[in-house]
């Protein structure tokens, strides 16, 4: 079953940071390295973890919550929260029949992280993603709004648009650009705006036995406006499709 959805839809590898509108099931582990003030704060894991495909239309994602060390005199560390994700595609061609996707997510992020780390409250990010494909180049994106059940004058509702430019230049190798774009309707952020743009390399999917594979990522985000919550990051990911 699996592989028959994933027929019916375009092949191309899921970006560094922007999340593929395409279904995928394989286990994805990342890591980032963020820098503020001098300070690095590590962010193990990434909120990622597995993604199942139980339905020909349908993905689940049960994130694993990132453990996130700061690297700093005051040495704070901890969970962050408990994140959750559905896709729904609504309609998907291959490369033979129009080389696009359209799939709505409906993502949870649950308040089970460190004093440091967590929201203290459940976020509702309803998004739509699409992406289209011509020939070896591909661009996906994707625009959702975090909807907070409460703490709303602090956190605000942040709005993201992410989108990555993907070219395939060789068999394993697909090297993409991505902006990933934030601007904050109230809370201590609003009115705020911010753009990472961020080069990245992705190899993969390398075969390793029957339907597993490896991927491997690798990126650094870099703060283009002045108001930014990180100055820059490196990414790191690892996944095994199956």
Not at 149 to 173: C, D, I, M, Y
Not at 214 to 242: C, D, E, I, M, W
């Amino acid at each position: 079953m699996v592989s028959r959805t994933q027929a019916e839809q375009p092949h191309w590898i899921t970006p560094l940071v922007t999340v593929t509108p395409r279904l995928e099931q394989e286990f994805r582990y990342d890591c980032s390295w963020q820098e503020k003030f001098g300070v690095t704060t590590g962010l193990y894991g990434g909120g990622k973890g597995v993604e199942l495909v139980p339905a020909r239309k349908l993905e689940v994602i049960f994130g694993i919550p990132s453990y996130n060390v700061r690297y700093s005199a005051s040495g704070k560390s901890g969970f962050a929260d408990e994140p959750w994700l559905v896709k729904y595609r609504l309609f998907a061609s291959n490369e033979r029949r129009g080389d696009q996707i359209l799939t709505f997510f409906l993502g949870v992020s649950l308040p089970t992280g460190a004093a440091p780390f967590t929201s203290n409250h459940a976020i509702i990010t309803p998004t739509i993603a699409y992406g289209k494909g011509h020939r070896r180049f591909d661009v996906q994106s994707t625009l959702g709004i975090g909807l907070p059940t409460g703490g709303t004058s602090k956190l605000g509702r942040p709005v993201a648009w992410n989108t990555a430019l993907q070219e395939h230049t060789a068999r394993f190798l697909w090297p993409e650009l991505e902006f990933n774009f934030t601007s904050w309707d109230g809370g201590v952020n609003g009115g705020k705006k911010q753009l990472f743009v961020t080069p990245g390399l992705l190899v993969g999917r390398v075969p390793l036995h029957n339907r597993v594979g490896l991927t491997l990522g690798v990126g650094t985000q870099l703060a283009a406006t002045k108001f930014h919550t990180y100055n820059h990051a490196v990414v790191f990911s690892f996944r095994l499709p199956f």
